[in-house]
C-alpha cells in the first residue's frame, strides 16, 4: 500500500499545487538566512580567533573553557585543559546549536525549506514516503526537552557575559559602550527565545490535572504562554542578535573598529 502523496488517505489531487500566490517565497527566504547562518558560524567557529575584545566576549565561545583561550576570556577557569586542539567554541556550540536544530519552530521552517516536506501549505511534496521522526536522524529531534535545559544553563552564562560587559577593559565597573547595548539586546531575545519555547511550557505547567492547585506554576505556564504566541519572531530576532554580536567582537578584536563609549 503506498503511503506517500498517493495514498488512500491523501487527497487525490494530481496539480503540484492550487495556489496562486508566491507560496515559494517564504522558503526560499527560509532557506537562504538560514544557509547563510550556518555558513557563517561555522567559520567563525573555526577560526577560533577574534573572539574576545575586553570586555567583551562572542556568545559562539562563552564559556571559554580551554587553555588556548585568549587571556582575559576564561572567567569559568579552563577544566577542559590543553588537550583540546581545535577552536575552543566547538566545544560548547553543539548545545545552543542544539536547541535550535531541534526547536518545534525551526523544524516547520527547514522540513519546508530544506527538506520540502512539504514546501508550503496547499503544494505538493516531491516524497514518495514519510517516516516521521522515528529513524536516523530525525528521531534526534524527540532531544529538544533536553537541550532546553543545556540552553537555559548557556542563557545564565550570556547573562553573566553581559553583566561583565558593564566593566571598562581594566576591570573596573562603570563602563558601558555599544558593544554592552548589544549585548544586553542579544540576551533579551535569547531568554525571549528560550522562555517561550514550547518544552519550556510543558515544564513549568505540563502534567498538572488541576491547575487550581498549583497557583504558581499555573501563573509561570500563563506567561510562558503569551510568550509562545510569538516563539517563531523571538527565534530570528534571536538569531541575528547573536551572529550579530559576534561580528562586532569580532570587528574590536582584530582592531578594524572602536567601541563607541557612552561612558
Partial sequence: MSTGLSSPERAQIRRKTLRQDNWWVAPLLTFLVFTSFVVYATIRAFMGTGYYSAPYLSPFFSPCLATSCVEGASDFGTPIGDWWRLSPA?????????????????????????????PACGVAEPHGTYTGETRLPLILQNLHRYFWYAAILVGAVLTFDTVLAFRNPEGEWGHMGLGTLLMLVNISFIWLYTLSCHSCRHAVGGRLRHFS?????????TLVSKLNTRHGLYAWLSLFSVAFVDFYVYLLATDRITDLRFF
Fill in 90 to 118: 566547538l566545544i560548547i556550540l553543539v548545545f545552543p546549536l542544539g536547541f535550535r536544530m531541534t526547536c518545534y519552530y525551526y523544524r516547520k521552517s527547514y522540513y519546508r525549506a530544506f527538506w520540502l516536506s512539504p
Fill in 213 to 221: 492547585k498549583h497557583p504558581v506554576r499555573y501563573k509561570l505556564w
